[in-house]
T-cell receptor, first 114, second 111 residues
Framework: SQTIHQWPATLVQPVGSPLSLECTVE??????LYWYRQAAGRGLQLLFY??????ISSEVPQNLSASRPQDRQFILSSKKLLLSDSGFYLC?????????????FGEGSWLTVV | DAKTTQPPSMDCAEGRAANLPCNHS???????VYWYRQIHSQGPQYIIH???NNETNEMASLIITEDRKSSTLILPHATLRDTAVYYC????????????FGSGTQLTVLP
């Protein structure tokens, strides 16, 4: 069966510091990968998605970036965090190819920028 | 995504069926209806999805009206652990990369 893991689960970072959230998927190959953010009391916002190694699409302009160095690894980064970057970050995956495939989410990472 | 409308909150007695409605009147003929739920501080959990026919799995049943403009998620025997926010989503056909979560329905299962 397929599993998805992301870490760290919680993170408290000062303004201006860098960020790295990692996500890995097991049990499948060539998945579509996603990063979402959920601000308190609001719905999910798609940040980035990837259909293959090195292929990243950005949905929202901001000071975050994403990379996919391996087929089942997705990384969310920032060089300098802002207070507004605080939130709940979710990595997700779906089977590659057919556009209607179900998206499965990881456990989430709570980021607090202070 | 096709716009969906859900009630902001619902209560259900433990052991009873929970029926969560969703309106999606602008849905296109080849767009699926997906349901997820999110328990506080956890990632969303996939529940079920369907196109035209009613669907059932180990978690829930999905009833889609004949005109496909609305659907109902049914949890047959709600437990306290089913307390969560339930999201009804209709992604763009041709782009499952986009999965826009709205406000959902806060279901509270009461003892």
């Amino acid at each position: 069966s397929q599993t998805i893991h992301q870490w760290p689960a919680t993170l408290v970072q000062p303004v201006g510091s860098p960020l790295s959230l990692e996500c890995t998927v097991e049990g499948t190959s060539n998945p579509n990968l996603y990063w979402y953010r959920q601000a308190a009391g609001r719905g999910l916002q798609l940040l980035f998605y990837s259909v293959g190694i090195g292929q990243i699409s950005s949905e929202v302009p901001q000071n975050l970036s994403a990379s996919r160095p391996q087929d089942r690894q997705f990384i969310l980064s920032s060089k300098k965090l802002l207070l507004s970057d605080s939130g709940f970050y979710l990595c997700a995956w779906s089977k590659g190819g057919f556009s209607g495939n179900t998206i499965y989410f990881g456990e989430g990472s709570w980021l607090t920028v202070v | 995504d096709a716009k969906t409308t859900q009630p902001p909150s619902m209560d259900c007695a433990e052991g009873r069926a929970a029926n969560l409605p969703c309106n999606h009147s602008t849905i296109s003929g080849n767009e699926y209806v997906y349901w997820y739920r999110q328990i506080h501080s956890q990632g969303p959990q996939y529940i079920i999805h369907g196109l035209k026919n009613n669907e059932t799995n180990e978690m829930a049943s999905l009833i889609i009206t004949e005109d496909r403009k609305s659907s109902t998620l049914i949890l047959p025997h709600a437990t306290l652990r089913d307390t969560a926010v339930y999201y009804c989503i209709v992604p763009f056909s041709g782009s499952a990369r986009q999965l826009t979560f709205g406000s959902g329905t806060q279901l509270t299962v009461l003892p």
